[in-house]
């Protein structure tokens, strides 16, 4: 007898009932303002990642020592972003009550909304560390204010002020920089002021979103809005392994892979790895 | 003292007052359910529209004996399909009330929604003429009920029975087609019934909407879901010329041309092309 | 609690138990002298066949009507061929053991190999009807005998003369079209004289091998040698709905799409089609 | 000892004393006025022409059966039209003097010239036949009179009125099309004209050129100025046959393929099997 | 009443009476040697640089401050090199006359030299920084003296000896490296010595030109001939903002992205940031 | 009279029997784990290397001045890797035997195993540097010994313990980590320890292997595993300078370019460049 045909993130193929940690897709892109495409990515990760190996050289540890489940992707009805979201934070409310991590592969950055909305309904206070290129600080964009470019805005009024520490912006409005300057932790352009904050947050709730526009487009071109001037692959695991290492993490997405911008592929091998090196600090000795 | 750059369809330069026919963009493609990009088209038309010639050797006119004016691209909050279609709706009012035929480039297909809800404001009664590979006649998609897979239906609601006439349909669900038997007159695969149709319609007011994916994917590759088995770009001018030189063409449209997939250009070129017979089709001896 | 991620052909989720025909991806193009990259094909196709209606306007039947299961890919060992089609024939030999039809997705052409093993095992005396841009009747190509241009002879080996009906071929070596005179029915070019050759075979068993490669290039580009004067989409669904309706099918493949030339995705989506119409045919009033 | 890497169209590699016709490559495209790109068409060819048989199975011939050189790519001054226009025709004086038949290998259309001038210089009287979609019979282009949209119009006034038999033309201005009517022999869109055209021509002196954008660009999109509504590849095939097996031909060239633009590969496929076919009626039985 | 679609690169839509700076782009690639397509960069750049915000956190000042003009494309009769740089020298006098400065966006390399004509007519000493891969320095290209390779020895022609200031250069003939060693100021790889360069040339006029390919391939892979090893963009940014704050600047251009290499779209977003920074140096306090 | 159409790698064009370094391509990919194309990569770089110059500012040579022969691909079988190998071996004990030094383009990175057979007969001892992000050091893959990924283990089998010097690994199984502690000497993620393994090598025999996917995806993205978090293209110049000008330089290699990937060309331009860098080290004052 033949058995149906699965596929996961590679090593990520225990059983729910184990899994500590659970990955799912939220394929969505409608709210792009450029170039769409992100929809495309958590099948392609899954896809690609078979290209990779299960070993760590970095850590010198194995996917397959951990214990993480990839639940596929959310079937999303595009075009209607409440809905959207409320699939995202339906998802990452059965993750949560069954005492599991949620780990969501986007996607634009707005599925990021979905997931905190979930977890500041658990927990009462936590902090959030933003990786990203972009502020998405706007009030709203043309009037549209459930937009990739207002996500953290939307999340700032659900986790308050100060709680959110963003790493490596080096673009936006006037006004997002001014407003960051009394709302939120802003570090522009790289990863300065992470240890320092990371000090402070130790062994606090945090909340990790990675938009992978952080990294410079020489390494990740595959991005809708790529940035120059941004960090580089090992600079982001540095920072990663910083912030996994010591906080208590307790959901985390990585967003922004564009496949059909990712002609050659690295893109989305770099995106692979990150999430590989992500899942690895989960595993403790 | 030097000029502004002004950038319009080749040979849809004359002045607003005197144009007669007024094309306008609509770059939207959120409800897209599969690949997105239609929201490049209008720009990528404007653009590769000077690689072609402003005669016609099939009808031995040129568009610059026509009176053509282009007045550019919406800025759409794109992620809130209402307010997109509030916008196209306000450009067509603007066209319609100036006493001017609009041209609409898309875009994805639900752009047409918004143009039909000027029409119908405008028009008691008019037909509609729908070159599609795709039924478009769901009820919903998801839930999602302002969606390109659906937005003949939604015309069905403002016209009403009898009145959409579909040529070249080759794909829907099958509820979409018994739907049709009822309430609209579908003509599956190609222009079978074409001059049958239009001589019933002879003089009558008629809106034209063309998705392109109408053609074979081997003369329009650049479309986010190709379906084999379509009619040539032979056929098309056939079929086009046939409507717009018989019917009292009150509006029209062009959609789903998606240039990132369109890597040659040939689909453009396609696109321009069509657009050109369908203007030179509006100049009368 | 949460399932694992289960990705099907659309349509082809029924139970192992109750299914008739089981799919299986060989993603193999070891021997492939020109541009590899077909064993991309059978995971392409998986994923693109959602921008598919299960709902075929062309027989008026869905797909979901059928008992269709599809069993992944095989991991194959790329770089040894003998075993690759050992890994094939295995597969193949479970399939039929338990009663049911194999419908293989490749890869290059000779996989075909793998499944023939398997079926002349089974079956003491059947036909193949192959459709094909070239003959792949080698003896074998620079010394190496398990290559795609040398399948159909080798299969030939295991069928005996008379027993293989080549349709479409535009392209082999002087000796291959003079040796097919002898022991094969080579029709080239087009699918002059199927008609005939079915009605013989009426009721026989048959086994149908495609090569998409027998599309012309301007429908499906995406293959690895493509040769121009090939036939139209719709000729090639007349031609498998003549064999697949008439004859007694005891299994099948499609083969040779190479999705990293399918920039667009109009090939693959091609060949979704055409798979969807195949599997169509085994749904009995 | 090894031998140095000699590189042909292939089934094109007798010793220059022997052969009959001679191939080269003029890799320039300086004027083209959209795309650039044709000036790797040559290599391109020669190096994809090993993905195809010798044999033709349509004439039952093999180019190894004829008497074939391939002289390589001469070396162009890019950027300087009339000095690259002398090297093509220094180059086509050689092989005329020699005795044997030129076989010019564009880059854009302009190199025509270049062979034509050589031609004119040895022969009093020819005509030309020219496959292409576009007329190239403008005075000038912008004012500059050497350009690909003028090389028939440059070539006219080498060879005189009634000459040039143009077929195909499908984009041009009203000035070109009306200036034709009285110069040469234009039949538009396709080959219609072309049986009567070379029963007058039986026998007599005939120069070819062929623009590949004749072809539709469903299975030519790999050009920098596709034209929809073209003839087919076996349309080209017939047509070239016709002429190539009833004048005596004094010489040809094949233009505007643009690798660039041909991602898929399937546009240098054709123009290498365009080639092959012109070829293989130079070989008589 | 609705207006003409005029396109600007972003935040230059002032009017052309109060504008400081004033952009054209120069869109001509005839001379290059290698890939061309150059000619699409301006527009591309247009089109593209609404992906941008107007905001620089680097400089923390807004293209909005600016008084910029952004004028389009000239019309340029591509295939005459020497009509090609009259046609930018007459635009560069009308804006020199107008008490303005040009910004030209090329464009291959070669369109340097019909601005330095206009500049060396109105300015009679000045000094250039190049900031390039190649010398440029060739005196012909097989015969050619109107070339992209040879830019920086024409303009020498004018402005004579030691005003020339390259960096960045990693490729060229040993011949123009000697030559460069009596004539210029030539300084290999980076930019070491450009700090002492601008000290010496503070307050002394400058025209800049930059070969964007000075960047390294990794950041900048849309362009005709990469050169590894090159400077990065936070290098660039770094030595513009250095001569552009301490140089009087009488005009610069920005050449050689080549779209059609520029598939994820990233170095055309480089090209818009570079323009960008370059552009916020002009707005004092 | 015209001659052959001779191509080989820029400044390769000397005669073999004055040559010291003798270059070949072996076109091979079949046992490719994830994305094949390395077999088109030495036509690429022949074609590609004519965007170079020959003069290398970084050593202020001139390949020019060397002795350097390109002897062509060898015609491999396709599909059967012992065949392969020993079509190999073949041509490189030719070049021993004329007392000439091999330096071989591949092709993927097995290749190496068929030239280190042929150095392995002629030299007793030696060491080879492998400059790679894989290990490439498997027992097997899926059973399959001769594979990529298991080809320095083959090697290893001849040549010993410690002869085997590692740079660069970034990538492989927990097994092959642990066995290269014990019979070779690696080193991870880059040139750390390389000075120091090349001086106790200094004037010893070393072939010199490198997989160019050591370099970093930024600037070699066209791969088929890009690895991220690799070395410099500045890095890996001085890093072969190093090893070239200070030890025996008895063969060399360098894989795993793959032309299908590098749609913008950069990687194909980065592997010319590192091989003119490699050839000129063996020119001497």
């Given amino acids: ?79 209607d972003s409440e809905k959207v979201l409320d699939s995202i934070t339906e998802r990452v409310n059965i993750i949560l009550e069954d005492g599991k991590i949620p780990f969501m592969i986007g996607g634009e950055h707005l599925v990021t909304l979905g997931s905190i909305r979930a977890i500041a309904k658990k927990h009462e206070e936590f902090h959030m560390i933003h990786f990203d290129a972009h502020a998405d600080l706007r009030e709203d964009y043309l009037g549209v204010t459930l937009s990739h470019a207002s996500v953290l805005r939307r999340c700032w009024e659900l986790v308050g002020d100060n709680k959110i520490h963003h790493f490596g912006i080096r673009s936006g409005t006037k006004e997002e920089f001014l407003w960051a300057k009394i709302h939120t932790n802003m570090h522009k352009f790289n990863f300065d002021g992470l240890r320092e904050t990371v000090s402070r947050l130790k062994g606090q709730k945090v909340y990790v979103t990675v938009d992978l526009d952080v990294l410079d487009p020489s390494i990740f071109p595959g991005t809708g809005t790529p940035e120059a001037g941004g960090v580089s692959f090992l600079e982001l695991l540095d920072a990663l392994h910083l912030v996994m290492s010591n906080c208590e993490i307790i959901g985390c997405d990585v967003n922004e892979l564009c496949p059909p911008l990712d ?9 692979c790895k990150v999430i590989r090196e992500m899942l690895i600090d989960f595993i403790k000795e």
């Fill in 263 to 271: 002609i050659s592929g690295t893109s989305t091998a770099v995106a």
């Fill in 1 to 79: 007898m033949l058995n149906k045909n699965v596929v996961t993130f590679i090593g990520c193929d225990k059983e729910y009932e184990e899994a500590e940690v659970v990955l799912f897709g939220a394929p969505f892109d409608s709210t792009t303002s450029y170039r769409p495409g992100t929809r495309f990515a958590s099948q392609a990760i899954r896809n690609e990642s078979y290209g990779l190996e299960t070993y760590s050289p970095y850590k010198e540890k194995d996917l397959e020592e951990g214990k993480f489940f990839d639940s596929g992707d959310l079937e999303l009805p595009i075009g």
